[in-house]
């Protein structure tokens, strides 16, 4: 099984910028590429950006310049750094494996006033 924790979340101005965390745990023996995905209210969970184990990435047209996935030495662990974020960034933002594993964390809220 595998626990995945998010973190980093709030309330922030449009134009600002805030640092999501993502720690994995348990039974985690074939990650290969870990990504950072969303899910506004009424709309689809949607991957916004993803990274793998040689350290390629990837980003959603929607947050391409805006937004950096990165990762520290633990395999496990991984960020994602956004900037200039706007109102329609506001959701839950949650951290898997790419293709995702079938259990989610609760995934932590980034809400983005105008």
Do not use: H
């Not at 348990?26 to 995905?37: Q, R």
């Amino acid at each position: 099984q595998v626990q995945l924790v998010e973190s980093g979340g709030g309330l922030v101005q449009a134009g600002g910028s805030l640092r999501l965390s993502c720690a994995a745990s348990g039974i985690v023996f074939s990650i290969n590429t870990m990504g950072w995905y969303r899910q506004a209210p009424g709309k689809q969970r949607e991957l916004v950006a993803s990274i793998s184990s040689s350290g390629s990435k990837n980003y959603a047209d929607s947050v391409k310049g805006r937004f950096t996935i990165s990762r520290d030495g633990t395999k496990n662990t991984v960020y994602l750094r956004m900037n200039s974020l706007q109102p329609e960034d506001t959701a839950v933002y949650y951290c898997n494996a790419v293709p995702y594993f079938t259990s989610w964390g609760q995934g932590t809220q980034v809400t983005v006033s105008s």
